[in-house]
Nanobody, 125 residues
Framework: VQLQASGGGLVQAGDSLTLSCAASGRTFSNYRMGWFRQPPGKEREFVAAINWSGDRTYTGDSVKGRFTISRDNAKNTMYLQMNSLKPEDTAVYYC???????????????????WGQGTQVTVSS
């Protein structure tokens, strides 16, 4: 599966932004999905995960209550709705996929075999 992340940009603190991850090449519903981010000078970190059908999600503590992950299997697309953005949310955001769709939700980047190219989100104070 090929993944293409989009929707990043420069916003102010408190603003909202929605990222999209478009999948192609394979049946999208066969994959569990996740969002990760890499802040400048730091390691990649978990943001949120969603199961193959979209009825189960898992959100990282640093974004819980502000970010929402969702997917539309009919459109082969996953989303990350980001509200109340903070300067510390500044990072390159990556979408990821794994074909073990019945293996539950994972926050471990090593569990994901496929990655998009990343989209930059910059939040100014």
């Amino acid at each position: 599966v090929q993944l293409q992340a989009s929707g990043g940009g420069l916003v102010q603190a408190g603003d909202s932004l929605t990222l999209s991850c478009a999948a192609s090449g394979r049946t999208f519903s066969n994959y569990r999905m996740g969002w990760f981010r890499q802040p400048p000078g730091k390691e990649r970190e978990f943001v949120a995960a969603i199961n193959w059908s979209g009825d189960r999600t898992y959100t990282g503590d640093s974004v819980k209550g502000r970010f929402t992950i969702s997917r539309d299997n009919a459109k082969n697309t996953m989303y990350l709705q980001m509200n109340s953005l903070k300067p510390e949310d500044t990072a390159v955001y990556y979408c990821a996929a794994d074909s073990r769709r019945y293996s539950g939700l994972s926050s471990n980047p090593r569990d994901y075999a496929y990655w998009g190219q990343g989209t930059q989100v910059t939040v100014s104070s």
